[in-house]
């Protein structure tokens, strides 16, 4: 069955760290953009961090320098190492892998749409893992 499972996540205090992991289950990344989206209560999702089929990185803002993605040789697993944490960072991540472009993305569906929110099939989406930030 093809599917991501995470793990890593839990509770913090601030300025500590913690690793999420996501291993792809019946396949591997070699095809797939792999992303960390986050969605705190209240807030909309959020774009966090990705790593592109070719390597490259993106940060959002806020957590550029604090946080790190990466992914194994065997392209099965993709880790995100959070330090220097901040309660901000307090949220669900979601991790998932994507082989097509996507307009918009909704974490609680865990789906991908175009602007006229049609959904697009064309990836897969972890569980979900919290993590607390407390001051």
């Known amino acids: 069955q093809v599917q991501l499972m995470q793990s890593g996540g839990g509770s913090v205090q601030a300025g500590g760290s913690l690793r999420l992991s996501c291993t792809a289950l019946g396949f591997t990344f070699h095809n797939y953009d792999v992303s960390w989206y986050r969605q705190a209560p209240g807030n909309e999702c959020e774009l966090a961090s990705m790593?592109?089929?070719?390597?490259?990185?993106y940060y959002t803002e806020s957590v550029k320098g604090r946080f790190t993605i990466s992914q194994d040789n065997a392209k099965t697993t993709v880790y995100l190492q959070m330090s220097v944490l901040k309660p901000e960072d307090t949220a669900v991540y979601y991790c998932a892998a994507k082989w097509g472009p996507a307009d918009a993305y909704d974490c609680y569906t865990g789906s991908w749409m175009t602007f006229g929110g049609h959904n697009r099939n064309i990836g897969y989406w972890g569980q979900g893992t919290q993590v607390n930030v407390s001051s």
């Open positions: 790593i592109s089929i070719d390597g490259t990185t």
